[in-house]
């Protein structure tokens, strides 16, 4: 058996993304694992000509590695199943079965594990919309790891010049949910404030010419300081002529804008009392306000 020998089950942005990092970099490709053909196109396209294509009802498995599962979260508990029935007589116990959900701990591959195979989950800490972005955005790129075959793990990982953080099952949705507030949450607030930004006359377009050199360098200050050390704005100055105005245009708009700039404004005041920046009293006047403009 090739050790650097793996098959891909589930041929989305990720597994794409992954395999043909890890075939440019001396591994080999056993099969590339799909539920229909409809995507038999782009496997080729992202992966070569040379790759065989197996349809998962008629796939029977070869001696590999290791075995990449990309399929959805919610498909993997009952992968974990077929794979099992698929392997019970495959007489290769070596193999790892790795998937790649933030969420979902390797327990999700427990029937594997008692046929005597290995399991880990292995998130990259990284958004993939697409193939092209993938690629890039996976080199260089924090992994999550938890599971066995840490060894097999890291080596990837090193092989993608990236680095490595271990996990344990408990500790996966307090991550993965940091990891959603970190970029998806992010997301939403910059969308929303695409949409208030209109009411001001200023197109999507506009608004990202304009905004981006703030929000750029608002991202930097987290990274290069501290969330704490970023904080700007009326907030930190306990402006409460500025927080009220807020409040008096939020209040006849949609409430989604209102209960967001709320919450977000009372935790901003914990961590700003926290760090001594605003006082006591700044935080009691604020919340009256927050409140009793509602």
């Known amino acids: 058996m090739d050790t650097n020998s793996f ?124 193939v092209k972005s993938g690629r890039k955005g996976l080199l260089g790129c924090a992994w999550a790891f938890e599971g066995d075959s840490k060894e097999l793990c890291q080596r990837l990982v090193d092989t993608l010049h990236g680095s490595m953080t271990e996990l344990t099952a408990e500790n996966k949705v307090p991550y993965h949910l940091a990891a959603v507030f970190a970029s998806n949450m992010l997301v939403a607030l910059e969308a929303m404030a695409v949409d208030i930004a209109g009411e001001a006359g200023i197109s999507q377009d506009k608004f990202l010419q304009m905004f981006a050199p703030l929000i750029r360098r608002s991202l930097d200050n987290v990274l290069e300081q501290s969330p704490e050390q970023a904080i700007t704005g009326p907030l930190k100055r306990a402006d409460s002529s500025t927080i009220d105005k807020h409040l008096a245009w939020l209040n006849d708009r949609d409430q989604k804008y209102r209960t967001v700039y709320s919450e977000l404004s009372h935790y901003l005041m914990e961590v700003l009392l926290a760090e001594d920046t605003i006082t006591l009293q700044d935080v009691d006047e604020l919340t009256q306000i927050l409140d009793d403009s509602a």
């Open 7 to 130: 098959i891909l089950i589930g041929p989305g942005n990720i597994g794409l993304s992954i395999t043909s990092l890890l075939m440019e970099r001396d591994y080999y490709c056993d099969g590339v694992i799909s539920r229909t053909p409809d995507g038999e196109e782009e496997i080729r396209q992202q992966l070569g000509e040379q790759v065989s294509i197996h349809i998962w009802e008629d796939w029977e498995p070869v001696p590999s590695d290791f075995i990449l599962v990309a399929t959805p979260d919610d498909t993997l508990e009952e992968i974990g199943v077929q794979l099992a029935q698929k392997y019970l007589d495959a007489e290769q116990a070596d193999s790892t079965f790795i998937h790649f959900s933030g969420i979902q701990s390797s327990e999700v591959f427990q029937p594997l594990r008692e046929h005597g195979y290995r399991a880990a989950s292995f998130h990259p800490l990284q958004s993939v919309p697409t």
